[in-house]
Nanobody
Framework: QVQLEESGGGLVQPGGSLRLSCVISGTIFTIYAMGWYRQAPGKERDLVAAISQGGNTKYVDSVKGRFTISRDNAKSTVYLQMNSLRPEDTAVYYC?????????????RGQGTLVTVSS
């Protein structure tokens, strides 16, 4: 059974930083691309950033230059470093496996981790 466990969210002031982590178990991590998604209240879940099996990355325009996705294959973990956070980044953040960084999420929403950007 595949399990994804997101962590690292919290309350941060505008301009602050957070680092999200997602640990995957029950599968072979290295065969998948990985994505971070977010869902704000009343909105759809949208892709924020993705990283391929080989380390190529993709970002939505609104986070380019502020967010960095990375992966540690030895730890079966994908990270999202978020800098210069804005109130509009407030959402529940989820990770998911992907077949490629151009593809869709393979995993349903899990618990997620809540990021709140507010003064």
């Amino acid at each position: 059974q595949v399990q994804l466990e997101e962590s690292g969210g919290g309350l941060v002031q505008p301009g602050g930083s957070l680092r999200l982590s997602c640990v995957i178990s029950g599968t072979i991590f290295t065969i998948y691309a990985m994505g971070w998604y977010r869902q704000a209240p009343g909105k759809e879940r949208d892709l924020v950033a993705a990283i391929s099996q080989g380390g190529n990355t993709k970002y939505v325009d609104s986070v380019k230059g502020r967010f960095t996705i990375s992966r540690d294959n030895a730890k079966s973990t994908v990270y999202l470093q978020m800098n210069s956070l804005r109130p509009e980044d407030t959402a529940v953040y989820y990770c998911s496996r992907m077949r490629t960084i151009q593809g869709d999420a393979l995993d349903a929403r899990g618990q997620g981790t809540l990021v709140t950007v507010s003064s």
